[in-house]
């Protein structure tokens, strides 16, 4: 048996490695929150009365944001999150959608069930085509 795992070694890593590359998003889905698509935070919003909570700067925000979102710095979250509703999903958005993740865990933490993170934020937002008050 010794002598199989020094002779394929290098299979073995390489399973290994392919095998965590699977894992990873799995991974990271669990400790932050899935990440949905503008067709599909549209849905959401929709169907679901999604809340939007927009984690970009006041200033970003006035630049341009989804209608009807909440502008919730996320340096601010921890004191703002009582106003949003436990019961509805929460799709979070900032710029890129990095920068959401904290923001995930922390509701997630706090127990929110369903939070989303807006899949490459705004910028995936108007790639997308999608409109932007």
């Known amino acids: 048996m010794s002598q199989f795992l020094i002779d394929n070694s290098l299979l073995i890593v390489v399973i290994a490695v392919s095998v965590l590359g699977l894992l990873i998003p799995v991974i990271n889905t669990r400790r932050y929150a899935p990440e949905v698509s503008p067709a599909q935070a549209t849905e959401l919003i929709n169907r679901q009365g999604a809340q939007i909570v927009d984690v970009r700067k006041a200033a970003d925000f006035a630049k341009g944001h989804i209608a009807n ?16 509703k436990r019961e509805r999903p929460v ?29 490459r934020g705004i910028v995936g937002w108007l790639q997308a085509k999608m409109p932007l008050e």
């Open 69 to 84: 979102s909440r502008n919730i710095p996320a340096d601010q979250i921890q004191n703002e999150f009582g106003k949003l």
């Open 91 to 119: 799709i979070l958005v900032d710029q890129t959608g990095a920068g959401s993740r904290p923001v995930a865990r922390l509701l997630r933490g706090v127990g929110f069930q369903r939070v989303t993170i807006l899949e």
